[in-house]
């Protein structure tokens, strides 16, 4: 069997079409635009580049990008002032504070002064808690980004026998329950699971997000499994035209066995952005007070 390659990349860009669309409409019922603000403190350089990547997109989405970058030694309390500012900003529909902070800033402290409603990473402890107990709220990015490919490569997911390898509060946890919303079975497996390849092997459902170059072996998939792999791998060393990336599935050998599997890259990478420019839509058209039809995004 050749499993069905899931092109991420063009889910993630008719996902931008349909929010670039709803965009201008909240524009034009409005008179303003849908805007996303963006922190980044220091100097990181992975970060610089995701911070920038997502100013371009929310740009060319018809919303407006207010992006702040504060430099590395920039005290916790002026980084909580800022984002105490943006929270009472009407023009600020969406706050992102990109990750990791310096040493001295304390995440869980940052994340939890925004306003819930505006928390489009759905990092804040009550987005979490909505999602555990089924109310509206933000969902982490990648993980809904993972569940709309499954959902539209499977349709209805209930009964599935799903395995999620990583129990992050990033991914992991947000993708095991979004699951148990779609009625699959659901198994978390993290560092301490013994047999791991057996547990794998009953999924109709993987989801790989351990951060383990090719871990994941071809002879752990059930045959006609889906396979999402969210691990985005460096190898190769460091040397230019050396390096490449990898996901935590070996591709090669899971392609032949599942029934369809994501690329690294061009499967769940392309759908974080995208997903991100969904929920800044959504935090615009629910703190205007404007119905957004339920499955219109
Ligand atoms: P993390 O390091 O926070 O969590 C990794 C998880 O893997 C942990 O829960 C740990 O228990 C588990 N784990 C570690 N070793 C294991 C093993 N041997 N067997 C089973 N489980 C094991 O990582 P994260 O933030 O959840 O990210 C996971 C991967 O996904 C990374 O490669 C990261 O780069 C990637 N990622 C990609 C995107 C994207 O946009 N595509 C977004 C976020 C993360």
């Not at 371009?56 to 407006?64: D, L, R, S, V, W």
């Not at 591709?251 to 769940?268: D, E, L, M, N, R």
Request: proline letters at 5%.
């Amino acid at each position: 069997m050749t499993a069905e390659r899931i092109d991420g990349k063009i889910f993630a860009e008719g996902l931008r079409g349909r929010v670039g669309v709803l965009a201008a409409e909240f524009t034009a019922r409005t008179g303003r635009k849908a805007g996303l603000a963006v922190v980044l403190v220091g100097e990181d350089a992975a970060s610089q580049v995701y911070v920038r990547s997502k100013g371009k997109a929310t740009i060319e989405a018809g919303m407006a990008g207010f992006e702040h970058r504060l430099p590395a030694d920039t005290p916790e309390a002026d980084l909580i002032a800022l984002v105490e500012t943006l929270n009472a900003d009407p023009t600020v529909d969406g706050i992102l504070v990109q990750l990791p902070l310096p040493a001295h800033c304390d995440e869980g402290k940052v994340i939890a002064t925004i306003n819930p409603d505006k928390d489009v990473d759905g990092f804040h402890v009550i987005n979490a808690g909505r999602l555990a107990v089924g109310q509206a709220g933000f969902v982490p990015c990648t993980p809904l980004g993972c569940l709309m490919l499954l959902r539209d490569r499977l349709g209805d997911l209930s009964g599935l026998d799903a395995v999620v390898i990583g129990r992050s509060n990033i991914v992991g946890k947000p993708m095991a329950q979004l699951l148990i919303a779609q009625s699959c079975t659901v198994t978390v497996a993290h560092s301490r699971t013994r047999n791991l390849a057996d547990v794998v092997r009953r999924a109709d459902i993987v989801v790989a997000a351990v951060g383990r170059p090719e871990m994941v072996k071809g002879d752990w998939i059930k045959p006609g499994a889906t396979v999402i792999d969210v691990g985005i791998n460096r190898v190769g060393g460091s040397e230019p035209g050396k390096t490449r990336l990898v996901g935590d599935v070996d591709f090669a050998g899971a392609s032949a066995v599942a029934g369809a599997i994501t690329p690294v890259p061009g499967g769940v990478g392309p759908m974080t952005i995208a997903v991100l420019l969904r929920n800044a839509l959504v935090a615009a058209y629910r703190n205007a007070g404007i119905d957004l039809p339920e499955n219109a995004i």
